[in-house]
């Protein structure tokens, strides 16, 4: 009893890890699921068909539409950049 050691214990690890003593330089996708990141990947390429079916509709040449569809995909992506940033204050 008198010479028993101390356990030391070690902080639990948070959700979102170490807010106070964290380094800036992480990757976000990393800290992405698998579903998060399937998401990143395949919903702007299916909002670009959405897209390019529409522009179907109109008849033009299909390297038009193709040009088209993922210029629209750009603007709706920087819009939503916009929103988020303006909103969180960055």
């Not at 690890?13 to 699921?33: E, H, I, K, P, Q």
Request: charged letters at 15%; proline letters at 2%.
């Amino acid at each position: 009893m008198l010479f028993r050691k101390k356990i030391k214990e070690e902080p639990k690890a948070r959700l979102y890890g170490n807010r106070y003593n964290s380094s800036t330089n992480f990757s976000v996708w990393d800290s992405m699921s698998f579903i998060e990141q399937i998401c990143m990947i395949f919903l702007p390429i299916m909002l670009g068909f959405i897209f390019y079916m529409m522009l179907d509709i109109i008849g033009l040449i299909w390297w038009i539409r193709l040009i088209l569809s993922i210029g629209g995909v750009g603007v709706c992506i920087l819009f939503i950049t916009l929103i988020v940033n303006y909103f969180t204050e960055y």
